[in-house]
């Protein structure tokens, strides 16, 4: 049982480039996130998908899409990346959506933007 | 605006002794409030949720209390061991959907 796992684990862009963090947990969880945390500062939501088939913005959505592949699988990308974009990205995933449940956070991107 | 202020400072104290950690909130109503732990290069792991209705909840040496008035939480960790030195990171629910807004953390270091 592997919980959440991302990859890669670290990456390099140049200003412009664009790629794809992958997130996948295997704990049949419904709903999943993609977080940001920046030095200073708590960890922002980009995006999340409360169940299959369901996307939607969180708190910075800017610059990032996202796809729900299946129950496992959410990624998050960027297309056309920026130095703001440098940054830690962690995908978590819960239980449900709806009411109280714990998240469950994966090890994490590094990504650096040049 | 809505904000989850948690202190900056990190927190220094003898293994043994209680670490309290504060998290106070403006402008959010959350029905719950969840704890989380950090270590460095790591994800954040759960560690308590405490709900609106409920004034405290415990797990092993932990100790969670949740002020609706004051909008305040407090976070303690008793018997404080060097190996519970990490970020403790306190969430607000926003909208009773399990969408988190989390504070920036408090470090804490237990001095052996």
């Known amino acids: 049982n592997a919980g959440v796992t991302q990859t890669p684990k670290f990456q390099v862009l140049k200003t412009g480039q664009s790629m794809t963090l992958q997130c996948a947990q295997d704990m049949n969880h419904n709903s999943m996130y993609w977080y940001r945390q920046d030095p200073g500062m708590g960890l922002r939501l980009i995006y999340y998908?409360?169940?299959?088939?369901?996307?939607d913005k969180g708190e910075v959505p800017n610059g990032y899409n996202v796809s729900r592949l299946n129950k496992r699988e959410f990624s998050l990308r960027l297309e056309s990346a920026a130095p703001s974009q440098t940054s830690v990205y962690f995908c978590?995933?819960?239980?449900?959506?709806?009411?109280?449940?714990?998240?469950?956070f994966g090890p994490g991107t590094r990504l650096t933007v040049l | 605006s809505q904000k989850i202020e948690q202190n900056s400072e990190a927190l220094n104290i003898q293994e043994g002794k209680t670490a309290t950690l504060t998290c106070n909130y403006t402008n959010y109503s959350p029905a719950y409030l969840q704890w989380y732990r950090q270590d460095p290069g790591r994800g954040p792991v759960f560690l308590l949720l405490i709900r609106e209705n409920e004034k405290e909840k415990r797990k092993e040496r932990l100790k969670v209390t949740f002020d609706t008035t004051l909008k305040q939480s407090l976070f303690h960790i008793t018997a404080s061991q060097p190996a519970d030195s990490a970020t403790y990171l306190c969430?607000?629910?926003?909208?009773?959907?399990?969408?988190?807004?989390f504070g920036k953390g408090n470090q804490v270091v237990v001095i052996p």
């Open positions: 969430a607000l629910d926003i909208d009773g959907n399990n969408r988190l807004a």
């Open positions: 998908s409360a169940s299959e088939g369901t996307t």
């Open positions: 978590a995933s819960s239980e449900e959506s709806g009411g109280p449940n714990e998240q469950f």
